[in-house]
């Protein structure tokens, strides 16, 4: 104790000692804030959380049957029967699979069409298995996709993890906005493309209606209305022959439903060859409908069949058209490959397009050099949730900072002493920045610095304040009611306090070590941890710098004993 | 050596609050009260894994059938989407032209009430039901609620034995559906991939040419004989009802076969004749799930879904249900129907919550062992003492406030950890000190322990105010991550305002009860220059 308080003091009594302790923090502080823009630091919202499922999803290029989407559900469950981790595997063809965080807001409720399907992997329980979700996902992604997607073109495959956090559409959003629907596709069809070549993003899909070919039986309405029959009937029948209707119903005491009676051409007569229009016109030849007179009319008589291209769903959003490019991340941040991406689109299609940046941050507006067609392209998804969380907890800090200040300013009624405990507050970012370097060079898996570890910052303000605030309020009584002179009270003070403040840091640092294992939260204990070393150090070093160097910490009078009395 | 009995006017709360409770008798009573309150807390607390996030929205979903995309774009989307704008509090909305549907998406700002935010949308809705075209259908406005689309349980339901018709498959499963309805606080049960019992008629196109026929004619035919009508309620001269009705003629598989659907060349044609008929399954549906396993391979099964009512234990919903499906077993294996669980939220919130709450503990006995280590075993068996009146009381407001128990509040828990030992740490420290300084001898324990945690009272209460200030802005963060994170900002403060009264209370009392003055000889200490009195111990009024 004693010798700490001679070291302070040695330090306090030095001129260059002193200059040396400030050049020294803000040197570390540099070095610390560079990990950042230099991406030895990486950045993402939210880890990845090791879970016991994960999902599958299938999408078939609109049009596809069941029976197709079948053949590429099986297989995919032919890959994932031979992981022995697995448990269980529930298919879910034509629909989605029992809504959870992650499906909420994927559309897995709107999801009613015969060229889609989702896949549920329930796995053996995390604690007994030692590959982690995320890491197994990362393995057979690759596997599955390279296997089973080429069964039918335009087949997307996608391994969908349970969030960590809140969910989004995908990690990496491209909306793109324009009103023609022509040319807003292809420019869709364009950034896909830079997304299927930027390292880190994967199930790259456009979430739009694939262009198929299909037929129109165009009535021919002279004579139709000669034949004796009508539009609506020729509609109806033709329904009713394909698709099928309910005839009726069997009402049934012993059975919880009413009982349909289902009519329908059989399957083996209504099968159509291929999906040629001569097919088409084979298997329509023989069918005929009653007009009223009850004489029987081929159809073929009165309809023309025209091969169509179907009309893709229109999107819109905020009343604007668009259409979403859709990308998930492989084990990193969203950030960079968004980043990589973006450039990519500035480079690659400056030619056809004026490129020019909008709004907010990252986003794009898009000219067509020819038509002078204007395309806005806006980040979503995980990206914008990113940018909003750590805009809206950098807005929390710079207000908890104010709130900070004010209160110790009405407290001291100092404004220098504020700006010393907001120094030594603020400084404890080192120590974040430093934690998280650390923690990624012994973690296998890249360790991020997340929202979680800004919160862990935030919380840090409080605490190194707290050391500062104490070591103040000491110093101070030990010069009003001791009598003892300015350096050397800041120098007994330091040392006094150091015990406490060692003691609550080391607490926190104990408390804070299971909470840095955790996959989500480990990014708030590795900043309490580093934050609260860096923390220690600066209050046991460099506040009392600061303090001696304060006039305003100056409660000395004529009472004060000299300074020989305690050498 | 003789102990002086100080009057020691505390100035601050903290040296008050430690006078009041120092002689209470209350004040161990006051322990096991909050004591109790936090485990009470904990056991009957919703669980969950993650907490709620109220998002507020819906679908408004207007068919038009034989609409194409554009048709439906600009008579419902367009229009839908312009009102659906003027009502307040709506972030995102989206339009989606389909062929024969428009569906409007509504996206509320995170946060704003569902229920209220719900009414907004299906009042415009209602409000503007003249401008949709003629031929679109009634609307459809559905609100989405997580509480009740995320089902908690799911149970895959498959056939063991292969006899089983899937009519019989289905009913069985209905009734267990109806049955786990009827369970306590479970909301809404749905089956997924099921299918239903139906009468299949298919009708050879081949032989329909050949016999003149034409599929309205078979449609009619059907139609005629399988209706439902009321029956006749007559009453007889002397005003008694008799009742009297002509049933469904549809009573079997037979009677389907056996209608006439037309003469040809003078001889009747059967439906049997020109089609197929079975009792089977919903052919049209093309939803089918399957479940593979390695015992089973890939088998055909049916998923039913249980959803839990907002605010109730998911805990304790899966067991009752998974003690009812235990009941159902034997039933069931019976029946030749087998089951997989493949979902349980509930025992997953569980596990989530006792690793956090193991965690927990085992972080405040790592503190508790190195506070042995710095400050001796009494004062860290004190110190350790706050740490569960504190969450205690972190709890039961926590509990008071409508909140649930799950990952994000155990972390705000687990962050406070370290901050909430400060307080009790800062005044034992400081009660260590005194004890042990020259000028103790003088004064009796009380005195001691009310000034020491007087002194630091002052900076910790300032410090304590500067970490919850910290806190406070967090509540404002906007968005899905703010809400999500809404427990911290909501029980850190919380936490520390209890660690600083538990501080107070109960630190001074544990040490009067555990502490003692060490035997001294009072000595010089560097910078007491004379022998004096601190001036708030006055001798003369102090001798009581």
Not at chain 1, 27 to 47: C, D, E, Q
Not at chain 1, 294 to 313: F, H, S
Not at chain 1, 472 to 492: G, T
């Amino acid at each position: 104790m004693k010798k700490f308080e001679k070291f302070i003091y040695s330090i306090l009594d030095s001129r260059p000692k002193k200059a040396l302790v400030i050049t020294l923090i803000l040197a570390t502080l540099a070095a610390s804030v560079i990990l950042i823009p230099t991406k030895v630091v990486l950045v993402k919202m939210l880890p990845g959380k090791s879970a016991n499922t994960f999902s599958v999803y299938i999408d078939l290029p609109t049009g596809s049957s069941i029976e197709e989407t079948k053949k590429v559900n099986e297989c995919v469950l032919d890959i994932l029967k031979k992981e022995k981790e697995v448990t269980d595997i529930e298919s879910f063809l034509g629909m989605g699979a029992p809504l959870d965080y992650a499906g909420l807001v994927k559309g897995s409720v709107y999801k009613n069409s015969e060229n889609v399907a989702e896949m549920v992997v329930n796995l053996t329980d995390k604690h007994e298995r030692q590959e982690r979700s995320y890491n197994m996902v990362h393995r057979l992604r690759p596997v599955i996709q390279s296997k089973c997607e080429p069964l039918k073109k335009g087949t997307t495959i996608k391994l969908i993890e349970q969030p960590a956090g809140p969910p989004t559409l995908a990690a990496v959003v491209a909306e793109i906005y324009g009103e023609n629907n022509k040319e807003r596709r292809k420019l869709a069809q364009k950034v896909a493309d830079i997304f299927r070549h930027t390292d880190g993003l994967v199930d790259v899909d456009i979430m739009e209606d694939d262009i198929f070919r299909k037929y129109h039986l165009k009535p021919n309405i002279d004579k139709i209305q000669k034949s004796g029959l009508a539009v609506e009937q020729v509609q109806k029948i033709l329904y009713l022959a394909f698709e099928g209707m309910d005839a009726g119903v069997k009402n049934s005491e012993e059975y919880p439903a009413q009982i349909p009676l289902f009519l329908r051409l059989s399957d083996e007569t209504r099968r159509v060859e291929d999906k040629s229009l001569q097919a088409i016109k084979a298997k329509l030849q023989s069918f005929e409908l009653m007009n009223q007179k009850g004489m029987m009319v081929p159809l073929l008589e009165v309809v023309d069949i025209v091969p169509v291209t179907n009309e893709p769903t229109i999107m819109h959003k905020n009343l604007r058209r668009y259409t979403n490019v859709i990308a998930e991340t492989d084990l990193v941040s969203q950030v960079y490959p968004l980043l990589d991406a973006r450039a990519k689109i500035i480079e690659n299609l400056g030619k056809e397009y004026k490129i020019e940046t909008t709004d907010y941050l990252f986003n794009l507006r898009l000219t067509d050099k020819k038509t002078g067609e204007v395309f806005d392209l806006k980040w979503g998804g995980e990206m914008k949730v990113t940018l909003d969380t750590f805009r809206d907890l950098g807005l929390a800090f710079i207000a908890a900072l104010i709130l900070i200040y004010l209160l110790i300013v009405v407290y001291y009624k100092s404004y220098t002493l504020s700006n010393i405990v907001m120094a030594g507050s603020f400084l404890s970012i080192i120590g974040v920045i430093f934690g998280h370097w650390v923690a990624d060079l012994v973690t296998a898996d890249t360790f991020f610095l997340t929202a979680t570890s800004l919160i862990g910052f935030i919380a840090l303000m409080g605490i190194s304040s707290r050391n500062s605030i104490l070591l103040i309020d000491f110093a101070k009584a030990l010069m009003i009611e001791k009598h003892i002179p300015k350096r050397r009270s800041i120098a007994i003070a330091t040392a006094t306090r150091a015990r406490p403040i060692m003691l609550t840091a080391i607490a926190i640092i104990l408390g804070s070590a299971l909470l840095a294992s955790d996959p989500i939260f480990g990014g708030l204990g590795v900043a309490l941890i580093g934050g609260t070393v860096a923390a220690v150090v600066v209050s046991l070093l460099f506040i009392p710098v600061l303090m001696d160097n304060a006039k305003a910490m100056d409660f000395t009078d004529e009472q004060t004993r000299s300074e020989e009395e305690f050498k | 050596m003789s102990e002086i009995k100080c009057n020691y006017k505390p100035k601050d709360i903290a040296g008050k609050l430690a006078l009041i409770f120092l002689h209470n008798p209350l004040t161990p009573l006051l322990a096991v009260f909050l004591l109790a309150i936090g485990y009470l807390s904990l056991e009957i607390m919703p669980r969950e894994e993650d907490p709620q996030i109220a998002i507020s929205g819906g679908a408004v979903i207007v068919p038009m059938p034989g609409a194409t995309p554009k048709e439906i774009e600009n008579v419902i989307v367009k229009p839908l989407e312009e009102k659906i704008r003027e009502i307040k509090g709506v972030e995102y909305i989206y339009g989606i032209a389909k062929h024969n549907v428009g569906i409007v998406n509504v996206q509320y700002y995170i946060g704003q009430n569902r229920e209220i935010s719900n009414l907004k949308l299906y009042d415009k809705v209602m409000q503007n039901m003249d401008m949709l075209p003629k031929n679109a259908m009634q609307p459809l406005v559905k609100p989405f609620d997580i509480d009740i689309d995320i089902p908690i349980l799911t149970f895959a339901f498959y056939k063991k034995d292969p006899k089983l018709s899937d009519g019989e498959f289905y009913k069985l499963i209905r009734q267990i559906k109806y049955k786990i309805n009827g369970v306590k606080n479970v909301s809404k049960t749905a089956l997924k991939g099921a299918h239903k019992r139906q009468f299949n008629i298919l009708v050879d196109l081949g032989k329909l040419t050949g016999y003149h026929l034409s599929m309205g004619q078979i449609m009619q035919a059907v139609g005629s004989v399988a209706k439902e009508v009321p029956e006749v309620k007559d009453r007889t001269k002397d005003k008694k009802i008799v009742i009297f009705g002509v049933p469904n003629a549809i009573e079997s598989i037979d009677d389907v076969k056996n209608i006439m659907v037309a003469n040809y060349m003078g001889s009747p044609i059967y439906i049997k004749d020109i089609a197929t008929v079975e009792d089977g399954i919903d052919i049209q549906n093309f939803k089918e799930a399957l479940i593979w396993t390695k015992e089973l391979h890939t088998k055909p099964q049916y998923t039913l879904e249980v959803s839990k009512l907002k605010g109730t234990n998911a805990v304790f919903v899966a067991n009752d249900v998974l003690a009812l499906m235990e009941e159902l077993k034997p039933k069931l294996q019976k029946e030749g129907i087998g089951y997989v669980l493949t979902r349980n939220y509930g025992k997953r919130a569980n596990d989530a919550v006792n690793e956090l709450v193991d965690h927990l503990l085992i972080t405040i006995a790592i503190i508790a062992v190195m506070l042995v280590f710095f400050l001796g075993f009494k004062e860290a068996l004190i110190v350790t003492f706050t740490v569960p009146a504190i969450l205690a009381l972190t709890l039961f407001v926590a509990y008071i406030t409508g909140q649930s128990i799950n990952r994000i509040t155990l972390f705000a828990f687990l962050l406070s950890l370290g901050l909430l030992v400060d307080a009790a740490i800062i005044v034992i420290e400081n009660i260590h000190r005194h004890l042990h300084e020259h000028d103790a001898v003088y004064k009796d324990m009380d005195t001691i322990l009310v000034e020491a945690t007087d002194e630091i009272g002052a900076p910790t209460n300032v410090a304590t105010v500067a970490i919850i200030l910290t806190m406070v802005p967090m509540a404002f963060v906007g968005g899905m991550m703010g809400e999500f994170m809404k427990p911290i900002p909501y029980n850190v403060p919380v936490a520390l305002l209890a660690s600083l009264l538990v501080a107070y209370i109960f630190t001074p009392y544990l040490s009067k009860k555990l502490l003692k003055k060490p035997h001294m000889h009072h000595h010089h200490h560097h910078f007491q220059k004379e022998e004096k009195l601190p001036p708030e111990c006055d001798i003369d009024g102090g001798k009581q």
